[in-house]
């Protein structure tokens, strides 16, 4: 048998995968940086550093285990900066006859790796990358020609993989306990430092400088607090069960402006990296959660298995079902661009001020940080689903294109109309400044739907439903809504489409 060529891409980090179960002198692995995987996209610059340092250190690993591997460094001499280009390049110069490799994750990485096989004079094959609970296309399998329901599916895997329960029945005789999981930080819990890491990735920054990558955001690049490792994503995962988990279902769609990840795992990039699999951060959340119910709820436990279980599992096979369309859908036909401030965190609006701004300094917020306040005002101001789907994409270090645009484009923005979401998760101020401490000190009066200083949520919030009212009437869910609208008199409905008006027309100075 000649050389075979196995190529593994930077979110393809899974030291545990079968390919590597034995050392194989005709085996050669072939990881690269490249030009094209920069520019699809601008990216934030710790997103950039934690892929380059987390492949790195992948690829030595490899190779102390006595794998022989190809690196091309993003300043390579020999870099043709693209994944064909370096393909071909290994396949001529070293006589490869068969090439492999792992199912990409993203549709356009998948689409191009198949043309290449195409293109290749020699044997070429596939593999899974072992990571996932589901296949590609199990949820789509799953659903058929119903609609897509996360719960459903959440509860089916519950019972297919005997997670949380009790033979056929849930433990606690509850499948959810989302409703528990709604509460504003009281101050009753004591709040702990996340882990962070320690790195130099000077050089790093320094390379990608002198090769002109573009990128946004911060990063201190002589204390890179990012997992590099599987040995620090299993640290990360540990500290979570001991200091975090507790009280993490309690205060999961809590925000604070001096605690921003509260008690958050921050395990998503090491987990979309895959150098730790779900299963694994399942089966520790369980194991640690056997040995200490006196001290932690089920509620705690269920509402993170839910997120890493169902949510992730599921948003992946929304993925995977709808795709390429999904990624034109545009429900609303929204089309403004986004305020200049996406890129500064320089507005008057507490809420979106620290939530961008921290997205910029750390490449990372939490879930409803996304959501409920950046999203949520996205959605409000009739932003074009492409340039959110951009923003998102490049500025949160978790972020990959499966996960990404599943949670924009659909759960956050309702630009697919629904598939995944079952009405447009939208908000006033008064959820925000009930789920935060944003409000207090805010430029604007989070009480006021219109006049001086009124809070642009509020206004945003009503406009959005009035002008609407064709698309969305109809949908059981916000019924109440548009009850209330109707009982507005005309003159206060002009009022607040006047406000919304103002601000959408001004909106890089709000």
């Given amino acids: 048998m000649g050389k075979t060529l196995r190529l593994i891409l930077g979110d393809q980090l899974n030291s545990n995968h079968s390919w590597f179960k034995k050392v194989d002198e005709d085996v050669i692995y072939v990881m690269m940086e490249v030009m094209q995987e920069q520019e699809y996209v601008m990216h934030h610059v710790q997103k950039i550093l934690a892929f380059f340092a987390a492949m790195r250190n992948f690829a030595h690993q490899l190779a102390k285990k006595g794998h022989k591997v190809i ?3 993003l300043d390579d001499k020999h870099n043709e900066q693209t994944i064909e280009g370096n393909i071909k390049r290994v396949v001529n110069d070293n006589k490869i006859e068969r090439f492999e490799y792992l199912l990409s994750d993203e549709y356009r990485l998948d689409e191009q790796l198949k043309q290449i096989c195409e ?14 609970f589901t296949t590609r296309y199990e949820v789509k399998e799953f659903f ?8 459903n599916f959440y509860r089916s895997m519950r019972v297919k993989h005997q997670v949380l329960m009790q033979g056929s029945k849930p433990l606690g005789n509850k499948w959810n306990f989302d409703h528990d999981n709604r509460k504003k930080y009281d101050g009753k819990s004591p709040l702990v430092p996340p882990i962070e890491f320690n790195h130099d990735v000077s050089a790093l920054k320094e390379m990608i400088d002198a090769k002109k990558v573009k990128y946004f955001g911060e990063v201190d690049e002589k204390h890179f607090p990012w997992p590099l490792s599987r040995k620090e994503a299993i640290k990360l995962m540990n500290y979570f069960c001991e200091h975090l988990l507790p009280h993490f279902g309690t205060y999961e769609d809590a925000m604070l402006q001096q605690h921003i990840s509260l008690f958050h795992s921050r395990i998503s990039f090491a987990q979309n990296s895959k150098m730790i699999a779900p299963q694994e951060i399942i089966g520790k959340v369980l194991t640690h959660y056997n040995k200490h119910q006196h001290e932690i709820s089920l509620a705690q436990v269920e509402g993170y298995i839910r997120q890493v279980m169902g949510w992730r599992e599921f948003m992946r096979g929304v993925y995977w079902a ?12 929204h089309r403004s661009e986004l305020p200049e401030w996406f890129w500064t965190g320089k507005t008057r609006m507490n809420c979106l001020s620290k939530c961008i701004g921290q997205s910029l300094n750390n490449a990372w917020a939490h879930h409803i940080q996304r959501l409920m306040v950046i999203g949520n005002f996205a959605l409000l101001a009739g932003l074009n ?5 951009a923003w998102y994409l490049g500025v949160y270090i978790d972020a990959i294109e499966w996960v990404e645009i599943t949670n924009t484009r659909g759960m956050s923005q309702f630009a697919d109309g629904g598939i995944i979401a079952s009405k447009p998760y939208v908000s006033s101020a008064a959820y925000i400044n009930k789920m935060s401490d944003y409000c207090g000190n805010c430029h604007y009066d989070y009480k006021k739907r219109t006049g001086e200083k009124a809070c642009p949520f509020n206004s945003l ?4 439903f009035h002008r609407n009212a064709d698309r969305l009437e109809g949908n059981h869910r916000i019924g109440m809504m548009y009850n209330i609208l109707k009982k507005m008199n005309r003159d206060e409905i002009n009022e607040i489409n006047k406000q919304a008006d103002i601000y959408l027309d001004a909106i890089n100075e709000l």
Wanted: proline residues 4%; hydrophobic residues 40%; glycine residues 2%.
């Fill in 322 to 333: 709808k795709m390429p369309e999904f990624a034109t859908l545009n429900f609303f036909n």
């Fill in 144 to 151: 058929g020609d119903k609609n897509f329901l996360m719960e």
């Fill in 461 to 464: 919030y009503w406009n959005f």
């Fill in 119 to 132: 293109k290749l004079k020699v044997d070429t094959a596939s593999a899974d990358t072992e990571h996932f």
């Fill in 385 to 389: 689903p492409d340039e959110v789907d």
């Fill in 71 to 73: 690196y091309f460094n």
